[in-house]
C-alpha cells in the first residue's frame, strides 16, 4: 500500500496571452521502441480533482490543443471539459458499466491514432494513482507500439483533505498518511487496511459506494474506535463540493441521508478534526464556524470562471 509521509501543496496562479499549441514540457516520457511515423501521438494527462485553477500548465497545454482529439470520463468535471479546443469525446463511465466504457475509451484512443492524430487521455486527479494509466499505456503500448507521454495531476488523496480543511498530516494528529482505494482484493467488498493507528490518517478513494461495509470492517476487524474521526468530501474543488463530517459511529448514515455519490474521498483519523474542532457531525458548510477558510476556496470556483480564463494568455505567461 502506498504511504504518503509528507502533504505537498502546489499553488498556481493565473494571469493570463498566445503561444501555438506544444507537446507538454513536463510530460514524463516512458522508455520504449518509437512508434511507428504513420501513427499519432498518446498523451495520458491528470486533470487534477476539478478545479481549473489546479491544472498543471503542461495540462493546460495539452487540453488547448485545437489539432487534438481529447478522451475523458464524465469525471473529469464540466468547468475543465470547456477548456478543450479540439475535439472532445465523453466515455459515460457509470456504476456496472465501468469496463465497457474504458473498452469505448481504447477504442477511441486507436481509432485516433491510427488516424495520426494527437490523441490527449484526460483523467481526473493523477493517471497513475488509483486511475488505471498504467494499464492504458500497456494497452495501447501493446496493441500499436504508441508509447505515452504522461502528465501528472493533483491527486484527490491530497487535495479533497485538503478543500474540506483536513491537513491529512498534523502535528500531534498524525505523522503519516495511508492512501488505499475502496477496494479489496479480487474487488471484495473492502480493502485490506492496517490495524489502528491514532497517529495515522487514512484516506480511501472510490469507496463511498460501499462506506458502511468498509466502517464495520474497520470497527470489527482492526481495532478502529466507533469515535474515530470521519469525514466524506463529494466533488472536491469544484461548486458542488459537499461534506459530511462524523465518527465512525455515524459516518455511513451520514453520508446516505445526504446522498453523497461518487466521486467522494473519505478520510478517517485524528487529523480529521484539526481544524474542525467544535463543529456539529452533519453537513458542513465552508468557511467553518472556527473560521477556517480553505487554500482551494470552492466559494469562488465555478462554471463562469472557464469562460473568463483567457488559456492563450495563461500559457504564454508560463513560457520561459
Known sequence: MLRLLALVT?????????????????????????PHPSLG????????????????????RAIADSEALVICDR????????????????????????????QQIYDWCR?????????????????????????????????????????????????APLAAGVPVTHRGAAH???????????????PELPPYDPRRTIVLLMAVGRLRSIVDDCVAS??????????????????RQRTVLGDLSDIADLAEKHEIKAPATVVFGDAVRALHQGVAHGLIE??????????IDVRHAGVSR???????????????
Open 75 to 102: 469525471l473529469v468535471s464540466p468547468e475543465i471539459r470547456e477548456l478543450v479546443r479540439g475535439e472532445l469525446r465523453v466515455a459515460g463511465k457509470l456504476p456496472g458499466c465501468a469496463e465497457k466504457a474504458q
Open 222 to 239: 482492526q481495532d478502529f474506535p466507533l469515535d474515530c474521526p470521519a469525514l466524506v468530501v463529494e466533488q472536491a474543488a469544484t461548486p
Open 286 to 295: 465552508m468557511p467553518e464556524p472556527t473560521g477556517f477558510s480553505p487554500v
Open 10 to 34: 502546489v499553488t498556481t496562479s493565473w494571469t493570463p496571452a498566445r503561444v501555438a499549441p506544444q507537446p507538454p514540457r513536463a510530460a514524463v516520457r516512458l522508455q520504449a521502441a518509437p
Open 41 to 60: 501521438s498518446l498523451t495520458l494527462v491528470g486533470a487534477g480533482p476539478g478545479d481549473p485553477e489546479l491544472l498543471t500548465v503542461a495540462a493546460l
Open 111 to 159: 481509432e485516433g491514432l491510427t488516424e495520426g492524430r494527437r490523441v490527449v487521455r484526460l483523467k481526473i486527479g493523477d493517471p497513475f494513482v488509483f486511475g488505471r494509466g498504467g494499464e492504458e499505456v500497456l494497452e495501447l503500448r501493446e496493441r500499436l507500439g504508441v508509447e505515452a507521454r504522461v502528465v501528472p495531476g493533483v491527486s484527490a488523496c491530497l487535495a
Open 176 to 190: 503519516q498518511t495511508l492512501v488505499s482505494t475502496g477496494y479489496g482484493r479480487g474487488n471484495s467488498s473492502s
Open 306 to 320: 472557464p469562460a473568463s480564463l483567457d488559456v492563450s494568455a495563461t500559457l504564454a505567461q508560463a513560457a520561459p
